[in-house]
């Protein structure tokens, strides 16, 4: 302390009487680099995502309100008439259903088995990196590749899951013919794709949770389940927030499971069994009527926000876990 | 900072608590959830190494034969697998890179530089995760057809250059892996800011930044949808490739199967080598601060 006073003291003085015009200028763009750099920084992201993000989910509402197809100039703006068209449309609604209900069957048990996953992997283990590696498999294989294979697993005569079904005397089931079977055909594919990933997430949240009040809880004599539920959910819970939120956001928009297993037929099976609202917006662009493809967009951006606001407020809301 | 922590956790005890449900079933249930995610892909293999006709046996075959390299042959006879492959490599590529390097950027300034709406702007890139921009797609189209963009790979590497789960990713790493007093000293020294990210932060940054980028080229490889809208089969990406082969062929599963064998064991057998920094990466960027 003692030495250090006089050097300060040394190093103050010449620096201060005169200040030369270069120093002036250097001190501007250091303080220009200092206040400006962050942005500069910052900004790729901001303008690329609003060019490629932003910018045309809000157009949509403009061409929305149009009769607009794409290869000729003329729109004529229609108003709200692609909206009133599109509430009376009796297809819309069945993709509305189709849509929901995929996205119910799908997400679910998803979620709820994912948490019992997290909940099992978050103790040592051995192969703890075997067994964490297997369940993001699924995930990295592409959704492509899932759907060809399921929909073969799927067959209704050489397929692998009637058969198995048949040492059970249930006869072959026509997986892709009913609504209830055909939803249960896609919702397996998501959840079969989608489980081992948001399992780690939550494991990743799980591992955060100080170990004291399971060993606390533990003394108390409370059992395994009783600590997933009263201990392990409730210190999770914002994790649990927003994997529902993506999740339903993933689940609204569901497009390649039910477009592949139609086998590239735009209307999701025959009778419209398992057309998704993806699928009807893709089938309308096909079309070339973007006017009305646009408006089930918008329609569909309704529905995201309302679902998942509500289911926000769910998991916010619910105390003490979500069983 | 990484190897630090994967020493501690290693370190705490083996065996802590009761032993509630019993370990065996445990393993059991693990075991039984590894074999269901990789029956598919290895269902896959079997069909890919036979011909059309051992499919309608019953039992269905169980172990590989030996139809698979002229199954291959036929892929690439069918559709143009090879420019598939590396327009897919070009673009995952691409994207990767980029969005590795302005992650780190922008990383950088959420996590260490003071500037006026800081705190706003990190909230508006969360807020951004939360955006269905698949939604967009209609006027995205429009927009690469004026800038006569589709059917090219610059339709698929542009929109994807930044990603909003990168610069949360990076921003949260870096907040913690790298010390203020690294910064310190740079400015001590006379770096400017954007020689503090050469000299510093970019160092520091390259295991998290390795993670980023392994995830978004894995995820940029399997991308379906955009790439079928704006692309032609002549100029495919591998997905849209296997898609034809899926949609085109119908009744030969053989065909399909091998395209999908073909189009995912690359990245399985990166994902097998590099899975555990994946998944390190993944659960590092789930924690939320």
Redo the contacts between chains.
Sequence with gaps: MATRAPDRLAAVPPGKPVRPRRRVRRHLVHQLDVKGSPYAYVAPFFLLFSAFGLFPLAYTAWVSLHEWVLLSDEQTFVGLDNFRTLLADDYFWNATFNTLSIGVLSTVPQLLLAIWLAHLLNRPLRAQTFFRVTLLLPNVTSVVAVVVIFSQLFGRDFGMINWMLSWFGVGAVPWNEGVASSHVAISIMIMWRWTGYNALIFLAAMQAVPRELYEAATIDGAGEFTQLRRITIPMIKPTIVFVVITSTIGAMQVLAEPLLFGVYTLTGGVDRQYQTLALFIYENFIKLDLGYASAISWMMFIFIVVIAGINYLITRRSRGGLL | MTGMTANRAKA???????P??PRRL??L??TA??F???I??Y??VV?ASRDNAA??E???PLVPGGNFFANVARVFDTVPFGLALANSVLVSGSIALSVMF??T??G???AK???RG?NA?LL??VA????????????????M?KLEWTGTMYALI??A??S?FG?FFMTQYLSRALPTELLEAGRVDGC???GL?WHVVVPVARPAAAVLGMLTF?SA??D??WPL?VLTPENPT??VA??TL??GY?ND?VL??TG??L??LP??IV??LL??Q??GG???G???G
């Design positions: 705490r005890p083996a065996r802590r608590g009761a509630g449900a445990i393993y249930s693990l959830v590894a269901f995610s990789a598919p892909l269902y896959s069909v499919l309608a019953v039992p269905p302005f992650s950027l922008a950088f300034a959420f530089l003071r500037f800081r702007l508006l890139t951004t995760m939360m955006v269905p921009t698949q939604l967009g797609i209609i006027p995205l189209y429009m927009l057809v542009v929109p250059m930044v909003a610069v400017t800011t954007w990210f894995m490889w399997n379906y949808f809208v591998v997905q296997l898609s899926a949609a119908v599963y399909g199967l999908t064998a189009g995912t990245l399985v994902f097998g899975g555990k994946i998944i993944i659960m590092q789930a924690v939320k």
